[in-house]
């Protein structure tokens, strides 16, 4: 069973069905994109230890579509004989920024400098006050628990910034700091593992983001050399080896200017830079990630061609006039090849509501099929044809 | 929403959540494939006006996963305004072979001789014997209505065993008699139609039939010339475009000794020999099934590889001690690439319970990829690892 009943779920569901399986949702409310499909919804918070003991009940493992369930709780289904995949051992360091750096560290895997501002504020602004000078205040400032999509990271660029941010959140929330990294762009490294320990990556990927999220994915990252891409499937499957990882792992990375990698962050589940798989790859992240946690042998992680390009389909700003439903016939007559996810969600600014895929043709460029892709999610998002990236970029 | 239960039911919800919907579904039970897995099912029988009405309340659409509802039943829908798709005055010939073969017969298009066996006794005896001796007794003896998967059909050789037939069956059922094709093998062309009347067409696939049910499916056909290929795709888009069906239409086919196509049947719903699609074309029959029913444009047929093999897998005359579960264990790890598609349902004899699609790599021949679905399919119903398709041949 899985916690957390968002698209995530809604699609691991989905997957489930070809393996003779229902997947059961732990969901808020019924409303909630996996419960609208599933026929095994429990329904209750991820936070009440008897809700996760109602939903665990006679399951073969759980799973989880988001990073927010209590550890401690966690722990106690253990305890009582729950499996949990990832295990609270390793789901640990994808809820804790701080000891993910520190593993990371310890293992020697690249990271960007950082700095723990957890302690209590004196000492806290003394080490944020050395650590950005070190860095010329080139630093991000991040929430160690609870950030997502651009929540709880602060880009600063003065001292006056960053101690700001200190101030505001001290006592909301425990905060770090770390180098900003003069990068090229945004990678992605999916893995699987196994609890018998198999892993398998799939190709790595270009994220881009915006406005503090993923907006589109280029499957696999244009241009980059071979080396660098098994470096980064490597570091992803040790990782996840060393950390005791079961299900699907996103790795993100930074690409330096000078063509090196570091951490940026770890997802334990399938994430928004896999979802491209799903039409793109010979097994999406979905059925790989069942197939890990019930520990089934993984399968082919093959891209189906050249190029698939995933873009995300955002609430707007003003709703369109025009409906969801409409928006969908107007892209499906406009491009046939068009694979649209929806997930069954409310429009509002910027949430994610569904993401387009487009497979490349044998003769399309890797640039071509960006332009459609994005067209195609811009579309669905606005009700307005743009002529590409550029546009609201 | 769906009538009935089954398995094309389960993949046509499976194929609704990436739409943004949830497949409603009327089941016999709640432990019928559909059932175990959407949110949305409506318990009930497809023979009672009552649960079909109850099932309709507030869809967009009534569809099918099999040909069994009475007509009568659709037509009372239709007349209180609910979208019947395909609608009751297409679906008659999908549920009867004789109007289906007169209809055709007057559209010019090619179908074996018949003759009407649905009269009195002694009216189709005479029929019967002047019929055989005509086709000196290679005919095939059908039930009107109400056969599939090799049910209602009767190979006969000879006057006695054609009359027996007509004995055993007078009254219980109304027959019709087929002079028996000269064919070389048996062919699907899979087509779309939707309201507003546009069609699509895949690929045209090689049928491979064993007990009178379709076993393996290659697509395309192998070796099937463009001409041929494009004639069975033509003469199955206008059949839809004339009967007025909507949604997706299997016409199946005998490809002649001397290269010449006959009809052989219809299905007017998402068919076995369409299952290939899911994994090795752009937009699967069952997505295409809900974009004709939704009145949606219709999605890309491209194929996804040079060759897809599909290969049934049937629960086995002893059921196998090893699990279907630990079976897909094997299978997972032999073949990696190989897509398993399991129904949820309990094994008996040459039952349909799921289906494998080998996608074939660019380097495998129609004969590799075969062999590897066949060797995949027979595992996975008999936990017995074969050499390829002769052994149970």
New interface residues.
Partial sequence: MMIGGGQLA??T??A???????LRVLAAGSADPA?????D?VIGSHDEIDDLRRAAVGTTALTFDHEGVPLHHLQTLEAEGVAVRPPSAALHFAQDKLAMRVRLAELGLPVPDFVDLSGDRTAARAALTEFGERHHWAIVLKAVRGGYDGRGVWLTDSADEALAVLDEYDGAAELMAEQKVDMRRELSAMIARSPFGQGSAWPVVETVQRRGQCAVVLAPAPGLDDATAETAQQMALRLADELGVVGVMAMELFETVDGGLVVNELAMRPHNSGHWTMDGA??SQFEQHL?AVLD?????T?P??AVTVMANILGAVEAPAMS?DER??HL??RM??A??????KGERPDRKI?HVNI?GAADESVEVVRERAERAAQWMSHAEWTDGWDVHG
Avoid: F
């Fill in positions: 809604r699609m569901h989905q489930s069905i070809a393996l003779g399986q229902c419960a609208q499909v599933s026929a919804v010979v097994t197939r089934y042998p993984l399968g082919a093959a189906r061609a969801m969908a016939h499906m007559a046939p090849d694979k649209i996810h929806l997930y069954g569904g497979v």
